[in-house]
């Protein structure tokens, strides 16, 4: 299966870089074929500019600027997301991922209104979250990382797709042992994605 792994952190040492790689690694072990796209050392523009805005709904000219991002989205099989969660949010990088690459007539189409969703032949999701909060905290704030990924990105790929939600929090109070574990968590899954 071919795997889009979606990444944005910028920092090469940090815990994030460390769950990319240890994902990509994990699900070319499983024998999936693995398109790292991390945004950062891809120079990914994430700025919707005046420009993308106008021709956001002309196909193909919303196109034009973002199309090795659409042809990589349109070949993949299945999706993983690998983001920190910053101020209850996708960070900036990823956001306009989603903005400028996410477009009518790829991710969905537009007809009288009427929306479609057209990313079914993404058959598996998942999502390797690091939270500075805690499990309450995020849950008193609404989550909303985890509903774009369990409810706006699912209604986007296959009619039930297997979704995985895979989540480190508190990482303002972390140990080796609670990131260890949760490396260990998530090579297991990837293994079996």
Not at 66 to 84: M, N, Q, S, W
Request: glycine residues 6%.
């Amino acid at each position: 299966m071919r795997v889009l792994v979606l990444h944005s952190h910028p920092l090469d040492e940090s815990f994030g870089r460390a769950l990319y790689k240890l994902t990509c690694e994990s699900l070319e072990k499983a024998g999936h074929e693995v398109d790292g796209c991390n945004l950062y050392e891809e120079g990914f523009d994430p700025v919707l500019s005046a420009h993308d805005r106008r021709v956001y709904h002309d196909i193909p000219d919303n196109l034009a600027l973002v199309k090795p991002y659409v042809d990589r989205l349109l070949k993949a099989e299945a999706l993983v997301i690998v983001t920190p969660v910053w101020n209850f949010g996708f960070p900036a990088m990823l956001k306009g991922y989603f903005d400028r690459v996410w477009l009518p007539g790829v991710s969905f189409d537009l007809v009288d209104g009427k929306l479609t969703p057209t990313l079914r032949h993404i058959r598996k999701l998942a999502a390797v979250m690091t939270y500075g909060a805690t499990p309450m905290r995020a849950f008193l704030a609404g989550n909303p990382p985890k509903k774009i990924v369990k409810r706006v990105i699912r209604a986007q790929i296959k009619i039930g797709a297997p979704v995985k939600y895979l989540a480190h929090y508190d990482m303002n109070n972390c140990t080796e042992e609670t990131r260890a574990a949760f490396m260990a968590k998530v090579r297991r899954e990837m293994e079996n994605f």
